[in-house]
């Protein structure tokens, strides 16, 4: 048996569902940091766009209140004070600069800049170097780098420990599966979760599967030892008998007896072998049945017809009361076999001079077969004990039978749905009552 | 009347053949599926015994190569199996009737003989008769020696089979299915008691008797 082909299936099915975890939750992640980053990104330069706009204004007025040399003195009576310095520059209309104001270390490149055309011409730049800015973004920039590469670490590595959590039921329902599969043992279960999801009702599905297993393995033993333990004693006596006469001193007579007992012996063997084998197929619910409608009184009308001549052999009365019109749906064979073997049962335990009594009725829906005698009746010890296999009161031991009619007729009759009930008084008598569903 | 057994088993093969030769057929035996199968095309044979499980080629395979190819020789399966599921699939493979193993050889000799009687189509007699014995099938009519002996619809049944199967054993089983048409076994003895009864009628006011049993076997018909 193989337990290992399942596993490498959970494996990659949790790597599977990991690596699609991690990918949404990264891209999802990703995503909210590349927008985090642009939008502050942009308001960043809206503010120096605004603080070079401001100072642009104010320029632009100076120019206004004192010209070109009132525009120059405010410009550097401010770069000279100011904290940050700007770059200020001022073009005449022949593009000549006027005001030059530059922040040492200058770099052109990383400049954001602004200008206004004056009325008469002159244009005011305004710029201001983005080099704090680009600090800040690079900086925001290994931050949020960290970040995304912290999630990518928590997406794998949460989205591992989520699976494997996740695919922990199912595996432990895979290596108890695997464990049954491989060991054979049947009475193994899968322990429930009880979280009450599908895993635990594919659990539970599973153990239902086991008992009905367990049942029929069970019962299947059972009966198999009941055969062979309930052969034992016919096969002893087959093989004895046998052996007995081959001892003995040559005798074609006494050969003869011999092997005539040899072949009514097996003939026991095969009778019970196939009455055990109804029985159990009956217990076990494997027993065929061919359900149709049976008018019950026919069949309890032919079984005492079977009777009949028993009997008046032996004296007993058999009387028969037949309602007509009960039908019950049943295999027709097998009822018969009922009504046999109670009939049989009841003839064979009433002593001469006594009476059976057979009656059919229906009652609230149901069909009942009644079966009195007046026999010796049954201690109560035993009563409960009539349905075993084999078993055969004290006082029913000289008979001639097999022990198994009253069981073959339980298990019939149940396997029908139907119940069997007797009732006894010691002395007076037995009835045995099988009641049907009526059809 | 020629008859072919086709089966694995030496000593089932053994018994039934003797007991056929015994019975007047000649047999011829086959061991595997193959090898029935090739008897049974090249020569006539007035029935075929086949055992369900053979080597090589099982026994419905057999059957059904035979109705294929048109020989209609008749059939009767044997089969360990009891179910009725099993019976119904021999007879749909062309068998003409089956029997449980273990069986009686008295009851294998009769199916035979059934299944020979019904290919041949002899016409059915309105009387038998054996020694002294009549029985009218038109009248339901029984007469010993002359005298008109009662029987009751039973035991005129009874009697009625015994003499179809006369100088055969018949087994209790087969009085029990053709006689009272029940296919188990009662516990108690049902079959000993009719035939005791018919004894009673049919040869206990009589010196010779005809009605013997065969202890562990059953019970014959037999004139003097």
Not at chain 1, 82 to 102: C, H, K, N, Y
Not at chain 1, 310 to 333: C, H, N, Q, Y
Not at chain 1, 353 to 367: H, L, N, Q, S, Y
């Amino acid at each position: 048996m193989s337990s290992v082909a399942p596993r490498p299936f959970t494996r990659t099915f949790g790597l599977r569902l990991a690596t699609w975890y991690a990918t949404l939750f990264v891209l999802g992640s990703v995503a909210i940091v590349v927008l985090t980053y642009a939008l502050t990104a942009a308001s960043l330069q809206q503010r120096d766009q605004q603080v070079i706009r401001e100072k642009l204004g104010e320029y632009a007025a100076a120019y206004e209140r004192g010209g070109i040399d009132g525009l120059a003195d405010t410009v550097r009576a401010e770069q000279r004070t100011a904290p940050e310095r700007l770059f200020v520059r001022v073009l005449d209309q022949g593009a000549e600069t006027i005001v030059l104001s530059q922040p040492e270390g200058w770099d052109p490149a990383t400049l954001e800049l602004a200008s206004l055309r004056t009325a008469d011409g002159t244009l005011v730049q305004v710029g201001k170097s983005s080099e704090s800015r680009d600090d800040l973004l690079a900086r925001f920039r290994a931050a949020l780098g960290l970040v995304t590469l912290s999630i990518v670490v928590i997406a794998l590595g949460g989205g591992l420990l989520a699976t494997r959590s996740a695919l922990a039921p199912i595996r432990a329902l895979i290596a108890a599966v695997g464990r049954i599969v491989d060991t054979g043992r049947i009475d193994a279960r899968v322990p429930l979760a009880g979280t009450g999801d599908a895993l635990d009702e594919l659990t539970a599905l599973f153990n239902a599967m086991q008992d009905k297993i367990e049942g029929l393995v069970t019962a299947m033993r059972g009966a198999l030892d009941n055969v062979s333990h309930d052969l034992r004693t016919p096969l002893t006596r087959l093989r004895g008998t046998a052996e007995l006469a081959l001892a003995a001193q040559p005798d074609a007579e006494r050969y003869r007896e011999a092997l005539a007992e040899c072949v009514e012996e097996s003939d026991h063997v095969l009778v019970m072998l196939n009455t055990l084998m109804d029985i159990s197929e009956a217990e076990s619910g494997a027993m065929q049945l061919r359900l149709a409608p049976v008018a019950l009184g026919d069949v309890v009308a032919r079984a005492v017809d079977l009777y009949r001549d028993v009997a008046d052999a032996k004296g007993v009365a058999l009387e028969v009361k037949p309602g007509g019109g009960v039908i019950v749906d049943a295999d027709r064979t097998r009822l018969e076999q009922v009504a046999a073997n109670l009939i049989d049962n009841a003839v064979k335990y009433t002593p001469a001079g006594g009476r059976v009594d057979v009656g059919v009725r229906a009652e609230d829906g149901r069909a009942i077969l009644t079966v009195a005698d007046t026999g010796a009746g049954i201690p109560a010890d035993e009563l409960p004990r009539i349905w075993d296999r084999l078993f055969r009161g004290d006082t029913s031991r000289t008979e001639r039978g097999l022990g198994l009619g009253l069981s073959l007729v339980k298990a019939v009759v149940e396997a029908h749905g139907g119940t069997v009930e007797v009732q006894s008084e010691p002395g007076k008598g037995t009835e045995l009552t099988v009641t049907l569903a009526a059809g | 009347m020629r008859a072919l057994v086709v089966e694995d088993d030496r000593t089932i093969a053994d018994f039934v053949g003797r007991g056929l030769r015994e019975a007047g057929f000649a047999v011829d035996q086959a061991a595997d599926g193959e090898s029935g199968l090739a008897s049974a095309l090249h020569q006539a044979y007035d029935v075929a015994i086949v055992d369900v499980m053979l080597p090589r080629r099982d026994g419905l395979g057999v059957i059904d190569e035979l109705r294929r190819r048109g020989v209609a020789t008749p059939v009767l399966i044997l089969s360990a199996r009891r179910s009725v599921d099993d019976r119904v699939k021999g007879l749909q493979a062309g068998g003409d009737d089956y029997l449980t193993k273990p069986f009686a050889f008295a009851e294998l000799l009769a199916r035979v003989q059934a299944l020979v009687r019904r290919a041949s189509r002899a016409p059915e007699p309105t009387t038998l008769s054996l020694d002294d014995v009549e029985l009218d099938l038109l009248s339901r009519r029984v007469t010993r020696g002359g005298t008109v002996v009662e029987l009751r619809p039973r035991e005129f049944a009874l009697l009625e089979y015994l003499m179809r199967n006369a100088g055969k054993v018949v087994s209790k089983t087969m009085i029990l299915s053709h006689v009272f048409e029940y296919s188990f076994d009662p516990q108690t003895n049902v079959v000993d008691v009719l035939v005791s009864r018919l004894r009673e009628k049919i040869d206990r006011p009589f010196d010779r008797k005809l009605l013997h049993t065969v202890r562990g076997v059953g019970y014959v018909l037999r004139g003097a």
